[in-house]
């Protein structure tokens, strides 16, 4: 199984990006899928997750800027982010939760950073 993140870049405050990422491989289910973010040398946090039954959970800062959906078909996730701020500056992880065809439990699985980078 392998997360394939696109999107990030450079942006001007208050402008908007779009971040997509695919799963593909031997899936059996998806769980749910969603966007972390980590500055160097912090923990990584929770943007955005969506689950399977549609529940989605956003962090406070994304709150009312941030868009996360699914395209279950496509194993795909996008996070669309509106009024962008410098501080959102960050490396971007593309998250999901995965049932790997053939196995019982479901694997935590990363996809590659991609980063963004909100500035004039």
């Known amino acids: 199984v392998q997360l394939q993140a696109s999107g990030g870049g450079l942006v001007q405050p208050g402008r908007s990006l779009t971040l997509s990422c695919t799963a593909s491989?031997?899936?059996?289910?998806?769980?749910?899928m969603g966007w972390y973010r980590q500055d160097p040398g912090k923990r990584r946090e929770l943007v955005a997750f969506a689950t399977a039954d549609g529940r989605i959970n956003y962090a406070e800062f994304a709150e009312g800027r941030f868009t996360i959906s699914r395209d279950k078909e496509k194993n795909m996730v996008t996070l669309q982010m509106d009024s962008l701020k410098p501080e959102d500056t960050n490396v971007y992880f593309c998250?999901?939760?995965?049932?790997?065809?053939?196995?019982?439990?479901?694997?935590?699985?990363w996809g590659q950073g991609t980063l963004v980078t909100v500035s004039s």
């Open positions: 491989g031997s899936i059996h289910t998806i769980n749910g």
């Open positions: 998250n999901a939760v995965i049932v790997p065809t053939g196995r019982f439990f479901a694997t935590e699985y």
